[in-house]
């Protein structure tokens, strides 16, 4: 059977084309060792089925993501019969440059240039022929989402797979190219295929190509000494870089024509509308201000502020929903479904508590059950809905195109901080999870970049952390009647975003000072979201999350509450007895450490569950809010008069006599201390040797320290806000007078 793979980059309609072409034989796995989707099926409208293979998104054939891997060894060495290069035809010249280095490659290649509908729409032609002509390859207009071109693909792409295909460079102008002559022929005397991609990637002195043919590679680094650019001194991968650029807008743009007369509308309503949303001074108010709608829609007990207007109309009292829609307001869509998910785990809870009951379970095995088990994961299920409506919103801005404008409008702010854009993708990213977001940071060029973004990323406060956020500032409405909870939500949100800059700014001054990689982009044009799309997203995120919670959540629980209801002689603590436990005497140890952060020994009563909750949440986030539930549960049940429809948590905190400052103290040391196992052990793999990980974990704990301290100190006595600005501003003067007045190296390395 014949192998068509389909290549193009992230976004430019392969997995669209695939599914057209495959139907119903498609079937999805994953690349051995990784967690990137593999999509296989089979084509049968020829007598002669072909086997079509989805390949991840790709804008390079560079080694710097897991995805640019996987496409480069795939096409070397699974030999495919062609390579389908898909093209997002309103992205052309971004889009191109994938193309130029297929063409390296000895394999047919079919360009399908898709979303021709749209290109059409907007009133831009494009020559078909003449690019034709100029890349040497066949090129078919296709729109993926319609079907339209399709067929005439594959008949094209199944004539070029009859012929074999010579690579060929776009690199013919480039001073390189003696030096790639050179190599490709070492290459070929060493009986290399594919020798004139490998030879152009060794030039570039790419890590993959260096450790594959070192002979060859002493040839570059002899030509490396004679040789200087005058921009880009001797960085040969920036030079081809360029060519590659300048081959393309010089050559191929020619076949793309903007009518003058039909594609003004379109066009311009999407660069007017960029206009104000990319404004150098609105795009960063009117980036929180949608920040802020989103956080509404998913937090808000006051939804859209209709409080004083309803009064209690929708508070279902003396039913089982009581409370579903709010109390004594509207609430937001994910508050609804956050009440929804309470009162199902809570009865659940309940009919189990009741049912062995009756069946006459022991007083401990109900308690690990019901308290330990059941209540952690509840504890941490009922924040799940407003997860998924966080997300799906986050990826409605993703999909309109919106978070690429984020990219743009913060590498304005972030340059100026020595950092590039690119760095700005990955931060992004944190909001989701760290783990890809840091392993994303590979698209920086320079290590010292790399490593502070790796740094930050995590206060980019992921998934995992928003029950935290959630479950905390819940009881701060709830026990001191202040503030809204999607206010305090967003609140921390922000300061874990100045925090990052103020590291960004702090680290490239000082131990990080390095090139900032150069960042090109193009706007996409605003498109509606996808129903399907969005669908994807938010069902990877909910299956993750599951995952975690049958597993290493569970696990956690219910050792955190055995060692909660045993004391060191293996006896059998009851509720009221919890104090006495090992967990609570281990606890009791660390307490001190927490009193600067208003979370120690200031407590009256079970300040250690604050301290252990951090501790376990240095395994999963998730845990911190599971630990709080399954203590909250005994603690109260055993030493508090527990009180009708006030979740234990908050009774909890009651009794601890935590003040405001205390709690918002906690969020964020929780927000920036080490994050999960997963991260720390993922920044242990991006880093580039044992001292800088070191530092980098000394980084988090020193930062959560300080961070959470102000913010308790600040928070409790206001006028102390002049004390840390005074010292802040003298850190600064003093990293200015260090650095000679020169506080960034802001070198742009091209
Ligand atoms: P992939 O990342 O390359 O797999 O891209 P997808 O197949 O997921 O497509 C990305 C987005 O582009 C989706 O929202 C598709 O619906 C949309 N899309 C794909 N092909 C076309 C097309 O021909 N025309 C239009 N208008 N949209 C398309
Ligand atoms: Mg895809």
């Keep these: 059977m014949k192998k068509f793979a389909l ?13 057209t072409l495959t139907g119903a034989t498609a079937h999805v796995g994953n690349w051995p060792g990784v967690t990137v989707d593999k ?28 995805e640019e891997v996987i496409s480069r060894n795939y096409i070397l060495n699974e030999n495919p019969d062609c390579i389908i290069n898909i093209v997002d035809a309103t992205n052309i010249e971004r889009n191109l440059y994938l ?84 190599c490709k022929i070492a290459l070929d005397g060493l009986g290399v295929k594919d020798s004139l991609f490998h030879a152009v990637k060794l030039v570039e002195m790419d890590e993959l190509e260096v450790a594959a043919h070192p002979q060859p590679t002493k040839v570059v680094e002899e030509f490396k000494k004679t040789f200087k650019d005058d921009t880009f001194g001797t ?23 903007k009518s003058v007369t039909k594609g003004k509308d379109k066009n311009t309503k999407s660069d007017k509308a960029d206009k104000i949303i990319t404004h150098k001074i609105w795009g960063i108010p009117i980036f929180l201000a949608i920040l802020f709608v989103v956080f509404h829609v998913t937090f808000s007990e006051n939804f859209l502020f209709l409080g004083w207007l309803l009064g209690d109309w929708t508070s279902l009292s003396g039913t089982a929903f009581e409370g579903l829609f709010g109390d004594g307001a509207l609430a937001s869509p994910g508050v609804v479904l956050f009440n929804l998910m309470d009162i199902v785990t809570a009865t659940v809870i309940e009919w189990v508590n009741a049912g062995l009951e009756t069946l006459g379970a022991s007083e401990w095995a109900i308690g690990l059950l019901c308290d330990g088990v059941l209540g952690g994961l509840a504890g941490v299920l009922s924040f799940l809905p407003q997860i998924l409506v966080l997300f799906l919103l986050f990826s409605i801005l993703e999909d309109t195109g919106y978070m690429a404008r984020v990219a743009f409008i913060l590498d304005r702010l972030f340059r100026k901080f020595g950092l590039s854009g690119r760095a700005v993708m990955p931060m992004i990213m944190g909001f989701g999870c760290s783990v890809p977001a840091m392993v994303n940071t590979r698209t920086l060029l ?48 922000v300061i874990g975003i100045i925090c990052a800059i103020v590291s960004v700014i702090l680290m490239r001054a000082t131990t990080q ?12 044009t605003y498109r509606k979201p996808q129903t399907t799309s969005l669908l994807l997203h938010v069902w990877d995120k909910l299956k993750h999350f599951l995952e975690k919670a049958f597993t290493i959540i569970l696990a956690s629980t219910v050792i955190i509450w055995i060692v909660s209801h045993f004391d060191w002689n293996w006896h059998f603590l009851p509720d009221e007895d919890i104090d006495k436990s090992i967990l609570a005497g281990v606890g009791s140890l660390i307490v001190p450490l927490f009193t600067p952060l208003g979370f120690g020994s200031q407590l009256s009563n079970w300040a250690w569950v ?71 052990a993922t920044a242990k793999l991006e880093s580039p040797d044992k ?60």
């Design 446 to 493: 320079d290590q010292k970049e790399r490593t502070t973004t790796i740094r930050v990323i995590p206060f980019f406060s992921c998934g995992a952390k928003l029950p935290i956020l959630t479950a905390v500032s819940g009881a701060i409405v709830m026990k001191f009647g202040v503030g809204n909870a999607d206010v305090i939500t967003y609140g921390m949100y």
């Design 610 to 680: 604050f301290g252990v909750a951090a501790i376990t949440g240095l395994i999963a986030k998730e845990n911190v809010v599971a630990t709080f539930s399954a203590l909250a549960a005994c603690i109260v049940s055993g030493f508090v008069d527990s009180q009708e429809g006030v979740s234990s948590v908050v009774q909890m905190i009651e009794t601890t006599g935590a003040t405001i400052p205390a709690l918002l103290a906690f969020i964020t040391f929780n927000m920036t201390t080490i994050p999960c196992f997963a991260a720390v």
């Design 99 to 182: 193309t130029t280095q297929l063409l390296e490659i000895d394999v047919p290649v079919v360009v399908a240039l898709n979303m021709m509908d749209e290109v059409k729409k907007s009133g831009v032609e494009i020559d078909v022929k003449l690019l034709e002509e100029k890349i040497g390859l066949p090129v078919v207009s296709i729109s993926a989402l319609h079907g339209e071109g399709v067929d005439e693909l594959m008949k094209k792409a199944y004539e070029a797979s009859k012929t074999k295909r010579q690579g060929k460079t776009v690199l013919e102008n480039s001073e390189l190219v003696h030096l790639i002559g050179d």
């Design 691 to 750: 001292k800088t990980f070191t530092n980098t974990l000394v980084f988090w704990l020193a930062t959560s320290y300080v961070v959470s301290m102000m913010v308790y100190v600040i928070g409790t006595w206001l006028w102390t806000a002049f004390i840390f600005a005074g010292i802040w501003a003298v850190v600064f003067v003093l990293i200015r007078l260090h650095s000679k007045g020169k506080l960034f190296n802001r070198k742009v390395k091209k």
């Design 235 to 257: 960085d040969f991968d920036a030079i081809v870089a360029d060519a590659r650029y300048k081959y393309i807008t010089k050559h191929y743009t020619k076949a793309v024509k």
């Design 39 to 66: 999509r296989e099926g089979v084509y049968k409208k020829f007598g002669d089925p072909i086997s079509i293979l989805d390949l991840p998104g790709i804008y390079s054939l560079s080694p710097y993501t897991p």
């Design 513 to 524: 000072k390095g090139d900032v990689t150069p960042f090109i982009m193009e706007l996409p």
């Design 7 to 19: 290549a193009g980059n992230p976004n430019a309609g392969k997995t669209t084309l695939f599914n």
